[in-house]
């Protein structure tokens, strides 16, 4: 027997340009890949708090994650505290969805504990004053979000990344405490999401835009994206959301200048004023 909620998640992700290959997955009826698929983000949330011991929980998914040599260079400053988290909201944007979750997990690329290590091990630093370790950092840290929005959806919470933690790193720097060698990359809001929300997942590019066999090829780009724009249009149309612009045009306009940064273009500065070496 066909799973037609399968077949549907996979459908509302891709549109007309579905690939037929997935059609031999109609009948997987498998959890983890229905969270995964039915991703959304989240930015209507109840009041009601969350149970007790989900914030362990979703750290303990959270760091279940890999992590490069097991350095587990990353961290995570859970803010609960109405006021705290207000504040923060402030910060990353001035977003009302931070003040409505009940949970806003500030997800930190943590250079400070090998720091530490290596002064316990009496070991030079030199290593972690390259770029590269910024890199592992970072990754480390959206691996653990990753999980941690995952382990969050198969619970039944939505969740919303706030990368306008960016915006103003010093004042959240000083406002979680944050130690040298270390800074808020992105926050993750995470509550039980409104009963009403008619948002279904947002469609993605066409697989064949970005999965390559062998060899990379941008050949398609003016079909395939031309194709988006026309599926993302429509999606926006079924949500009932007005777009002014077409995928391709608002992505243009996201990344076209330093203005269109959002104060983020003085991050390298930041980082080197909070002791990353970058080298
Ligand atoms: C690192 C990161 C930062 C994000 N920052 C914000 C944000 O500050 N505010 C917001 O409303 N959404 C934010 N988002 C959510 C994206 O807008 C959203 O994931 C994207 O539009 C795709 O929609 P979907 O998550 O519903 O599939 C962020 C997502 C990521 C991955």
Redesign the pocket.
């Known amino acids: 027997m066909s799973n037609p909620l399968f077949a549907e998640l996979i459908a509302r992700r891709y549109g007309a340009s579905t690939p037929e290959v997935l059609r031999e997955f109609a009948d997987t009826a498998n959890p983890v890949l229905e969270t995964l698929l039915d991703?959304?983000?989240v930015?209507q949330f109840k009041k009601e708090p969350l149970a007790a011991g989900t914030v362990e929980l979703l750290a303990t998914a959270a760091q279940s994650a890999a992590s490069s040599s097991n350095l587990q260079a990353w961290s995570v400053v859970a803010l609960q505290n109405e006021e705290h988290k207000a504040a923060a909201a402030t910060l990353?944007?001035n977003?009302q969805?931070i003040r409505d979750a009940p949970l806003f997990m500030v997800f930190i690329a943590d250079l400070a504990r090998l720091y530490w290590i290596c002064e316990h091990e009496k070991q030079p630093t030199e290593g972690l004053e390259f770029f590269e370790m910024f890199l592992v950092a970072a990754l480390d840290a959206a691996l653990a979000a990753q999980n941690m929005a995952v382990a969050s959806e198969g619970l039944g919470l939505g969740i919303?990344?706030?990368?306008?933690a960016r915006n103003h790193p010093r004042e959240l720097a000083d406002l979680l405490k944050l130690p040298s060698h270390s800074i808020a990359l992105?926050g993750m809001a995470i509550g039980h999401p409104q009963d009403d929300l008619k948002?279904t997942?947002?469609p993605r590019l066409p697989q064949s835009g970005l999965l390559h066999y062998e060899t990379y090829s941008s050949e398609q780009w003016p079909t395939e994206i031309e194709a988006y724009n026309q599926t993302m249009a429509e999606f926006y149309e079924s949500q009932q959301m007005n777009a002014h612009q077409s995928w391709s045009q608002s992505s243009a306009k996201r990344v076209c200048r330093k203005e269109s940064l959002s104060g983020r273009d003085v991050l390298r500065q930041i980082l080197e004023e909070r002791g990353f070496g970058l080298r």
């Open positions: 991703h959304k983000s930015r990353c944007g977003q969805f919303c990344y706030a990368g306008a992105f948002t997942a947002k």
